[in-house]
């Protein structure tokens, strides 16, 4: 079935360094994808989305490139500021499975100052 | 503004009570969805509704049950029968043509 798989965390970045975090999936359509993000204690908030391969999503300083060779989504960002710090969590959402979106387990990311 | 009210942001209970958890949108999207979130954990679908009137065991319906009589609510009550209810309760919604996930400030429910 269809699943995401992200990097294991915690991490811990100084302030203006550079992140990856890796998302890997598998799907047997093709899945828009999407990275969400969770504050202390909220919901989760849409951070980026790609609808189709070679797409790149991009907001706030953050990107991610939809991979259909790798079938990876990374999201990047250049220079991570103490605010980034928050829990990650990319997703997909395939029409051939409902549009059930499926998350990864999440990735904790700490920036200290 | 349109978004997803949850309410109460913190629910303690007794075991052996049932318990209802409340979410209402108004942003219109037909699809609505609960998740369970443990610490360190992903999300875990406890069950959806695609239309009114209609809904869908998830991953771990167990334990629970949902009702979908208006399109804008879809409380869940977390029943006796669930052994490990404390846990983080996200609902959120959608259109049906695979659009973002819009989720609500979740309830933090502690049962002891």
């Known amino acids: 079935g269809d699943s995401v798989t992200q990097m294991e965390g915690p991490v811990t970045l100084s302030e203006e360094a550079f992140l990856t975090i890796n998302c890997t999936y598998t799907a047997t359509g093709y899945p828009s994808l999407f990275w969400y993000v969770q504050y202390p204690g909220e919901g989760l908030q849409l951070l980026l989305k790609?609808?189709?391969?070679?797409d790149k999503g991009s907001n706030k300083g953050f990107e991610a490139t939809y991979r259909k060779e790798t079938t990876s989504f990374h999201l990047e960002k250049g220079s991570v500021q103490v605010s980034d710090s928050a829990v990650y969590f990319c997703a997909l959402s395939a029409s051939n499975t409902g549009n059930q979106f499926y998350f990864g387990t999440g990735t904790s990311l700490t920036v200290i100052p | 503004d349109g978004g997803i009210t949850q309410s109460p942001k913190y629910l303690f209970r007794k075991e052996g009570q049932n318990v209802t958890l409340s979410c209402e949108q108004n942003l219109n999207h037909d699809a609505m969805y609960w998740y369970r979130q443990d610490p360190g954990q992903g999300l875990r679908l406890i069950y959806y509704s695609q239309i009114v009137n209609d809904f869908q065991k998830g991953d771990i319906a167990e334990g629970y049950s949902v009702s979908r009589e208006k399109k804008e609510s879809f409380p869940l009550t977390v029943t006796s029968a669930q052994k490990n209810p404390t846990a983080f309760y996200l609902c959120?919604?959608?259109?049906?043509?695979?659009?973002?996930?819009?989720f609500g400030n979740g309830t933090r429910l502690t049962v002891t």
């Open positions: 959120a919604s959608s259109r049906r043509d695979g659009s973002p996930l819009h």
């Open positions: 790609a609808t189709k391969a070679d």
